[in-house]
C-alpha cells in the first residue's frame, strides 16, 4: 500500500510484485478507492481493473463488495460508489435463443440480429421479425434504466436484468460511464478494435490496474497479431460480393444514405487505442466511396492470393511488404490504414451487422491496418504448410508483432497512472523493457507465512532411478511415463484432499492420460480420488472444477489434470483443501528459437504460476514437485520465483520418487500439529491484529512497517 501510494501521488506507473494468495487484489483496491475518498476535492479518480479471465473478474468484484460494505458502515454514503462488471453478450445474455447457438461470435451476432436499428425499424412493418423482449424493454425505459450505487458482479447484473426485464449486457454499457469502478478483460483496453469503448469515456487522472500482469507482454503482442488462410480469402470474397449487393441495392433505393455516408466517414477513426498521427490524418479519397473502397478490398485480395503461393516459409518486413502492395495492386500505406474503420462504417450504413460471417473480411481489414499502421515491431510469415503435415497443402500468412510496448503505449500515454501487478514479475526490471515505459515505482515483496507451510521439491528420477523430464527426446519414453504415474499414484494414496497436476501441453496430458489408462495406472489412482481434466471448452472445464471442488468439500478427494498457461492455470484457485499438492510434469514448452534466457525466463515464470494456485494464505499450508531432471540443474532452477527458492532446501533438489514420498509424509505430519496462528517466525510478526491496526492509526502506517 505504501508503494502503490507513492505512485499515485507521484502520477505515475508502478510495477508490483507480491507473491500469489498474499492479498493483491484486496490491497489494491482498499487503497485506490481510499485514496479517492481522502481527495474529495480533486478531480474524480476512476478505477479501471483488468484481469484475464472471467473467473478473475468475478472473485475481484466479489473482494470489491465486501470493502465496500465495509466503508459504507464506517464512513456512511460518503463511501458509495457504483462498480459494474463488463464482458461479453455471451456472459451477460438472457435470451434463450441467442443463447443456443455455438460459440461468442454466434452469441455477438444473434444478439445483433435482433437489437440493430434497422432490424427493430423493419419489425415496425413486419411482425415476423425477431425481436429481444429485454433489450426492448431496456429501451423503453430510455433514461429510467439505471442502477443504484453499489457493486455488481455479473451474476448480480443477470439477476437484476431478470427482475426489470432489461438486458444485462447493454445497461453494462451503458453504466460503465457513470462508474466508478470498471472490472473487465485485457482487451477492452489492449486490443484496438474494441479498446475505444472504454477509452474514450474516462479522464486521464483514472488509474489502470493490471492483475496477474505476468503474460501482459503476451496479450499484447496476441492483440496486434493476425492470421489469414486460403478459407479466409474465400470467406473474405463472399463477403464482398454480398457488400457489393447490399450497395447496388441502396443506390437504387436510397442513394443519400451512402452521400451521407461519404461525409461523415472521418468520425468513424476516433479511436484512442490507435497512435495519435493516424487519427490527425484525414481518410484518403480513394476509399471514400463505397464502391470504391469494395474494388481496393478486391485488389488486397488478389494480391494476398499471389503471395500465400510461396513454396517454402518466407518473412519479410511490413515497409518490404507494403512496397510490393503498392507496386503490384497499386494500393498505398495510406490507404491500408483505415481499411477495419472504413469497412465498419460502410457495414453500418448498409445495415449489416457484425457477424461470424464477416470475420473474414474483418481480418483481413484487421491485416491491412496494421501492416499499414506500423513500420517496425512486426514480420510477415508466409508458410506453405503446417509443419505437421507437410503433405497437405495448407498455406498460411501471418502478421506477427514482436513488440509488445506498441499495444499498451495508448494507455500508459492516456492514463495517469497504469499498476501492472502479479505474483511472478521477477526479474522485475525485464518489464520496463519489454512494455517501453519509465516506472516511478517498481516493487518485489517476499512473502510472509505464519510457519514453514511450503514444501517444494524437486524429483529427478523414478523409484527404478530412470530420469524424468518432459524434454523432446524422452518425454514419450515408457519409463517416463510410467515414473510419473507412479509419482502421483503414491501422492494420492498420502495427501488429503485436492491434488493438482500441470502438464506443459494438451497434447502431452492427453499422451500421457492415455498411457496411464492403458497400463492401469489411471484406474489404480481414481481408487484413490476422484479425477477431472481441464479442456479447452471453457464451460466443461468449469463444470469439471465445480465437481472437483465438491469432491474435495465431500471429503472424498479429487485430482484435477491441467495445462501450463490454460485456464486453469492462469486464474483459479486452490485454496487450503482444494489444493494440498501441486505437480508440475515437465517444464513449459515454448514455441521459439530467440534469446535462451527470456526463453528459459518465460519458462519458469509459466511453471510458478502453475504451482502458486495452491497457496492463497499465510496460514494455508501445500507441497509442490517440480517433476523434471532439468530443474535440478542451476540455471533453471534460480529462474524460479523467489518465495519457491526461499523454502526449496538442499536436501530436496534431487529426489527419487521414495524420498519425495518420505518427505511428504514427514511434512503433513508436522502440519498437523497445532500452532498459534497470530504467532511469528523469526521474532517477525507475519499476521496484524487490531491491536496492531490501531497503533498504525496512530503512528503512522511506514513508521509501523518498519519497526516490524
Known amino acids: 500500500?505504501?508503494?502503490?501510494?507513492?505512485?499515485?501521488?507521484?502520477?505515475?506507473?508502478?510495477?508490483?510484485?507480491?507473491?500469489?494468495?498474499?492479498?493483491?487484489?484486496?490491497?489494491?483496491?482498499?487503497?485506490?478507492?481510499?485514496?479517492?475518498?481522502?481527495?474529495?476535492?480533486?478531480?474524480?479518480?476512476?478505477?479501471?481493473?483488468?484481469?484475464?479471465?472471467?473467473?478473475?473478474?468475478?472473485?475481484?468484484?466479489?473482494?470489491?463488495?465486501?470493502?465496500?460494505?465495509?466503508?459504507?458502515?464506517?464512513?456512511?454514503?460518503?463511501?458509495?460508489?457504483?462498480?459494474?462488471?463488463?464482458?461479453?453478450?455471451?456472459?451477460?445474455?438472457?435470451n434463450n435463443k441467442v443463447l443456443a447457438v455455438e460459440n461468442r461470435d454466434s452469441v455477438d451476432a444473434a444478439c445483433r440480429k435482433r437489437t440493430a436499428s434497422w432490424v427493430r425499424e423493419s419489425a415496425v412493418k413486419n411482425p415476423n421479425v425477431e425481436l429481444c423482449d429485454y433489450f426492448e424493454k431496456y429501451e423503453k425505459a430510455a433514461e429510467n434504466a439505471l442502477l443504484r450505487p453499489g457493486v455488481y458482479t455479473l451474476e448480480d447484473l443477470m439477476e437484476f436484468g431478470k427482475k426489470q426485464g432489461w438486458c444485462p449486457y447493454f445497461l453494462a454499457r451503458r453504466m460503465f460511464q457513470f462508474a466508478n469502478v470498471i472490472v473487465c478483460s485485457?482487451?477492452?483496453?489492449?486490443?484496438?478494435?474494441?479498446?475505444?469503448?472504454?477509452?474514450?469515456?474516462?479522464?486521464?487522472?483514472?488509474?489502470?490496474?493490471?492483475?496477474?500482469?505476468?503474460?501482459?507482454?503476451?496479450?499484447?503482442?496476441?492483440?496486434?497479431?493476425?492470421?489469414?488462410?486460403?478459407?479466409?480469402?474465400?470467406?473474405?470474397?463472399?463477403?464482398?460480393t454480398k457488400i457489393s449487393h447490399k450497395i447496388d441495392r441502396c443506390k437504387a433505393t436510397d442513394a443519400g444514405r451512402l452521400r451521407d455516408e461519404y461525409n461523415r466517414t472521418?468520425?468513424?477513426?476516433?479511436?484512442?487505442?490507435?497512435?495519435?498521427?493516424?487519427?490527425?490524418?484525414?481518410?484518403?479519397?480513394?476509399?471514400?466511396?463505397?464502391?470504391?473502397?469494395?474494388?481496393?478490398?478486391?485488389?488486397?485480395?488478389?494480391?494476398?492470393?499471389?503471395?500465400?503461393?510461396?513454396?517454402?516459409?518466407?518473412?519479410?518486413?511490413?515497409?518490404?511488404?507494403?512496397?510490393?502492395?503498392?507496386?503490384?495492386a497499386g494500393i498505398e500505406q495510406k490507404t491500408l490504414k483505415f481499411c477495419y474503420d472504413r469497412l465498419r462504417s460502410l457495414m453500418l450504413t448498409l445495415e449489416i451487422a457484425e457477424s461470424d460471417e464477416f470475420l473474414p473480411i474483418q481480418?483481413?481489414?484487421?491485416?491491412?491496418?496494421?501492416?499499414?499502421?506500423?513500420?517496425?515491431?512486426?514480420?510477415?510469415?508466409?508458410?506453405?504448410?503446417?509443419?505437421?503435415?507437410?503433405?497437405?497443402?495448407?498455406?498460411?500468412?501471418?502478421?506477427?508483432?514482436?513488440?509488445?510496448?506498441?499495444?499498451?503505449?495508448?494507455?500508459?500515454?492516456?492514463?495517469?497512472?497504469?499498476?501492472?501487478?502479479?505474483?511472478?514479475?521477477?526479474?522485475?526490471?525485464?518489464?520496463?523493457?519489454?512494455?517501453?515505459?519509465?516506472?516511478?515505482?517498481?516493487?518485489?515483496?517476499?512473502?510472509?507465512?505464519?510457519?514453514?507451510?511450503?514444501?517444494?521439491?524437486?524429483?529427478?528420477?523414478?523409484?527404478?532411478?530412470?530420469?524424468?523430464?518432459?524434454?523432446?527426446?524422452?518425454?514419450?519414453?515408457?519409463?517416463?511415463?510410467?515414473?510419473?504415474?507412479?509419482?502421483?499414484?503414491?501422492?494420492?494414496?498420502?495427501?488429503?484432499?485436492?491434488?493438482?497436476?500441470?502438464?506443459?501441453?494438451y497434447s502431452h496430458m492427453d499422451n500421457i492420460i492415455a498411457?496411464?489408462?492403458?497400463?492401469?495406472?489411471?484406474?489404480?489412482?481414481?481408487?484413490?480420488?476422484?479425477?477431472?481434466?481441464?479442456?479447452?471448452?471453457?464451460?466443461?472445464?468449469?463444470?469439471?472444477?465445480?465437481?472437483?471442488?465438491?469432491?474435495c468439500d465431500c471429503g472424498r478427494g479429487a485430482v484435477f489434470f491441467s495445462v501450463a498457461r490454460g485456464k486453469v492455470a492462469e486464474g483459479i484457485d486452490f485454496h487450503c483443501h482444494h489444493g494440498r499438492l501441486a505437480i508440475m510434469f515437465g517444464i513449459p514448452f515454448q514455441y521459439t528459437l530467440s534469446n535462451v534466457n527470456f526463453v528459459l525466463l518465460q519458462k519458469q515464470r509459466q511453471a510458478a504460476q502453475c504451482v502458486g494456485r495452491v497457496i492463497r494464505s499465510k496460514s494455508d499450508y501445500a507441497m509442490i514437485i517440480f517433476a523434471d531432471k532439468?530443474?535440478?540443474?542451476?540455471?533453471?532452477?534460480?529462474?524460479?520465483r523467489g518465495w519457491v527458492l526461499k523454502h526449496l532446501r538442499a536436501a530436496h533438489m534431487n529426489l527419487s520418487t521414495d524420498m519425495a514420498i518420505h518427505i511428504a509424509k514427514d511434512f503433513l505430519r508436522k502440519m498437523a500439529q497445532p500452532y498459534d496462528k497470530a504467532g511469528s517466525m523469526g521474532g517477525k510478526k507475519t499476521l496484524l491484529t487490531q491491536e496492531d491496526l490501531d497503533k498504525m492509526a496512530e503512528t503512522g502506517v511506514e513508521d509501523m512497517i518498519c519497526s516490524m
Open 1 to 94: 500500500m505504501v508503494e502503490l501510494k507513492r505512485a499515485l501521488d507521484a502520477k505515475g506507473h508502478c510495477l508490483l510484485e507480491m507473491p500469489t494468495g498474499t492479498g493483491k487484489t484486496i490491497t489494491l483496491l482498499s487503497l485506490i478507492t481510499s485514496y479517492r475518498l481522502a481527495r474529495p476535492d480533486s478531480p474524480p479518480i476512476k478505477l479501471l481493473y483488468c484481469t484475464r479471465t472471467v473467473h478473475e473478474m468475478e472473485k475481484t468484484l466479489d473482494e470489491l463488495k465486501l470493502l465496500h460494505d465495509y466503508q459504507l458502515r464506517h464512513l456512511g454514503d460518503q463511501a458509495k460508489i457504483l462498480a459494474v462488471g463488463l464482458s461479453s453478450r455471451k456472459n451477460l445474455c438472457l
Open 186 to 240: 485485457y482487451q477492452y483496453l489492449l486490443d484496438p478494435k474494441v479498446a475505444g469503448i472504454i477509452s474514450k469515456e474516462f479522464q486521464k487522472e483514472s488509474v489502470v490496474v493490471f492483475d496477474e500482469g505476468h503474460n501482459i507482454d503476451n496479450v499484447c503482442i496476441e492483440a496486434l497479431s493476425v492470421s489469414v488462410k486460403k478459407v479466409t480469402l474465400e470467406g473474405a470474397n463472399r463477403n464482398l
Open 266 to 328: 472521418d468520425q468513424f477513426l476516433a479511436n484512442p487505442a490507435l497512435p495519435h498521427d493516424i487519427l490527425e490524418e484525414a481518410v484518403p479519397g480513394n476509399i471514400r466511396r463505397a464502391e470504391h473502397f469494395v474494388h481496393v478490398l478486391h485488389r488486397l485480395l488478389q494480391f494476398l492470393r499471389g503471395r500465400m503461393d510461396a513454396e517454402n516459409v518466407e518473412k519479410e518486413s511490413p515497409v518490404s511488404f507494403v512496397s510490393s502492395l503498392n507496386s503490384q
Open 363 to 505: 481480418s483481413v481489414c484487421n491485416l491491412a491496418t496494421l501492416v499499414g499502421t506500423y513500420a517496425r515491431g512486426f514480420s510477415i510469415i508466409i508458410e506453405p504448410y503446417d509443419e505437421r503435415m507437410p503433405h497437405i497443402p495448407d498455406p498460411i500468412l501471418q502478421l506477427s508483432c514482436h513488440d509488445a510496448s506498441l499495444a499498451i503505449k495508448p494507455v500508459f500515454d492516456r492514463f495517469q497512472s497504469v499498476v501492472i501487478t502479479s505474483g511472478t514479475l521477477t526479474p522485475i526490471d525485464l518489464y520496463p523493457r519489454l512494455l517501453g515505459f519509465s516506472p516511478v515505482v517498481s516493487r518485489s515483496f517476499e512473502m510472509s507465512t505464519t510457519r514453514d507451510c511450503i514444501c517444494p521439491m524437486i524429483v529427478t528420477q523414478g523409484s527404478d532411478q530412470l530420469p524424468v523430464s518432459s524434454k523432446f527426446d524422452m518425454r514419450s519414453d515408457p519409463g517416463v511415463v510410467r515414473n510419473y504415474g507412479k509419482l502421483l499414484l503414491e501422492m494420492v494414496s498420502i495427501v488429503p484432499d485436492g491434488v493438482v497436476c500441470f502438464f506443459v501441453s
Open 515 to 551: 498411457t496411464w489408462y492403458e497400463t492401469g495406472i489411471l484406474e489404480k489412482i481414481s481408487q484413490h480420488k476422484l479425477v477431472f481434466v481441464e479442456e479447452q471448452d471453457v464451460e466443461k472445464t468449469r463444470h469439471a472444477m465445480d465437481n472437483y471442488r465438491r469432491a
Open 630 to 640: 532439468r530443474y535440478s540443474r542451476h540455471d533453471k532452477r534460480s529462474k524460479l
